[in-house]
């Protein structure tokens, strides 16, 4: 049997508000958007920047703490695996979306650092997925880690958006 590997890990900025909602059979997903960054030096010595962004989808305790928690601006620590949909557009034509299924979350915003009246007693958390293997936080994050509760899969037709 072959091994194989679908593993995503971003440190990134929120490019928009999470949208959260709750599916007909009552499980809540929330998608969102980060941005990440890459920078380089160039064969004639100019620097270079390059901004991917990524489209983020949570489920259950993960999707209503993201929603709650997270706001645009927001720097986080997203882990989970990639996943593409496709359907069938108005127009006929077939379409794709290839997003991260997050299994994990952690704030990485100091308090106050984009927005000091929101949440201003929170603390940075992180947030695991309880479906997903141990993997660690990043070494020297020193965040808690909370359980969620993803053990049953939903249907990609399920989907709202």
């Known amino acids: 049997m072959a091994m194989s590997l679908n593993r995503v890990q971003l440190i990134g900025n929120l490019t928009r508000e999470p949208e959260m909602k709750q599916i007909p059979g ?60 496709d359907w069938e557009a108005e127009d006929g034509t077939k379409r794709y979306r290839t997003e991260i299924v997050a299994d994990n979350m952690i704030m990485l915003d100091r308090k106050g650092d984009y927005d000091p009246s929101a949440n201003a007693d929170r603390e940075p958390a992180g947030i695991k997925a309880e479906s997903t293997s141990k993997a660690k936080a990043p070494a020297d994050s020193g965040e808690p880690v909370a359980a969620g509760d993803s053990k049953e899969d939903v249907s990609v037709d399920d989907l709202p958006f």
């Open 26 to 85: 009552g499980a809540t997903v929330t998608s969102f958007g980060v941005a990440t960054n890459l920078s380089w030096t160039d064969q004639s010595g100019n620097k270079q920047d390059k901004v991917e962004f990524h489209n983020i989808v949570a489920w259950r305790k993960l999707a209503e703490i993201c929603g709650q928690y997270l706001k645009k601006g927001s720097k986080v620590f997203i882990e989970g695996r990639l996943q593409t949909r």
